[in-house]
């Protein structure tokens, strides 16, 4: 009996493992196939196809697009891949951790393992200098050039390894660079790249959210000082963050894109400052209310000039908008959910019309690739994105959307399981944290209008 039982495990382990494979090898060869006819298609009707490559003539100039990896890149790849089979702690390998700014709350987290988990891999990423690859060396970021930082961030996200650093490495400390004084940078950048400050971003209030110029939080010089008084909402990682950066209104009387100052918090327990969870409809927290009581800062303490902090701010949001991880993170679910659908105990089932959706996911997660990398080609040649940007966001933040959605509708009623740590209960899960994406960091209608004004040229309405 003990024979035919293991018999049985094992055989039925081969069935799974059998079915997932093919099920995985169909939806890889429809999928390609369709990309593949789609980008055919245009480009032999537009006389763009040679030698297996796509070449694109713009006046005298000839454009040649080549996804491969150049030896270069390669061995950049693999360099990626060893440190991440090497340092990538456990935990993260096994996809522990809070699902939003994992990093940021392992660091300060009442488990000790979590803690070690997260100080671990920022060590690691620190003898590279890859806490801060897209900084110069000069800052003690690690000077990679665009495609490097590419391909460090697309294998990061395949391996489910977590940022580190948060806000203040991907926001605040870009913008410093930009803005700050030689002062600011020699205090400030340290002490985000070793993990001692982490830093939210205090942009949103009650009353201006997508039109934040019309924020109401009033910072009035006193001397050598600041005072600050107001409120912001939305603020994410507030009740672990050790500082805080936000936009408040020094010139009340000015026109309101302007009268605007970029202001540091050094310290979020500076007193007058507090902090209010928000519990969304997931039941997670990982954004806040904060308010300000006369919280008084020092005058140095200013980004760029008095009243001139909204474009100090629009080149933050610039930053924010590239998700160049957003498509990798797509396909990674896509995977996910085909092994379950290969798992008959997982309770998935694989209509016809699933396997239609998740074919469309797969294909849209090939675009966002596309999104991507455009955008990296854009700062490979020193540009800033803006338009380009929001269209990167706006596809970014539907597609996550519409894939949770595909997940829940594979799984059927058993969809309605919640929180049981189930295959069922995981896309419930990503699909209710998928709600906000589309409103946090500019909403789907202000990307739209950027996309329509700066992009097309349409007038303002």
Known sequence: MARRGGCSATCGGRRVAGRRAR???????????????????????????????????????????????????AAFRQEVRALLETKLPERYKRGEGPGER???FDRKSDDPKAREAANAWLAALAERRWVAPQWPAEYGGGGLSSMEQFILNQELAR???????????????PTLIVHGTEEQKARYLPAILNGETAWAQG?????????????????????????????????SGAHTADAIFLLARTDPSAPKHRGISFLLVDDIKTPG????????????????????????????????????????GMTLLDFERSNIGGAVGSRRMIAGLIDD?????????????????????YIETEVMFQFSFRIISMQNRGLVPNYEASMSK?????????LSLTGTRAFGLHANRWGDGSAASRYSDAYVRAVPATIRGGTSEVQRNVIATRGLGLPRG
């Open 23 to 73: 099920l995985r090898q169909e939806f890889d060869s429809r999928a390609s196939v369709i990309v593949s006819r789609l980008i055919e298609g245009v480009c032999r009707a537009a006389g763009h196809i040679r030698a297996g490559r796509i070449a694109f003539a713009t006046g005298t100039k000839e454009w040649t697009m080549d996804w491969s990896d150049s030896p270069e890149q």
């Open 102 to 104: 994992t990093w940021e």
């Open 159 to 173: 391996a489910g390894a977590p940022g580190v650093g948060g806000s203040g490495i991907g926001l605040l400390g």
């Open 203 to 235: 942009y949103s209030e009650p009353s201006a959210g997508s039109d934040l110029a019309s924020l109401q939080t009033r910072a009035v010089r006193d001397g050598d000082e600041f005072v600050i008084n107001g409120q912001k909402i939305w603020t």
């Open 273 to 312: 400052l507090s902090v209010r969870p928000l519990i969304d409809m997931g039941d997670h927290h990982y954004f806040n209310e904060t308010f300000f009581e006369d919280v008084r800062i020092p005058a140095r303490n200013l980004v760029g000039e008095e009243n001139r902090g909204w474009y100090v």
């Open 341 to 361: 659908l290969g798992d008959a105990a997982a309770g998935a089932t694989a209509t016809h019309a699933v396997r239609a959706e998740i074919a469309d996911r």
């Open 394 to 402: 706006l596809f970014n933040s539907e597609i996550s959307q519409r």
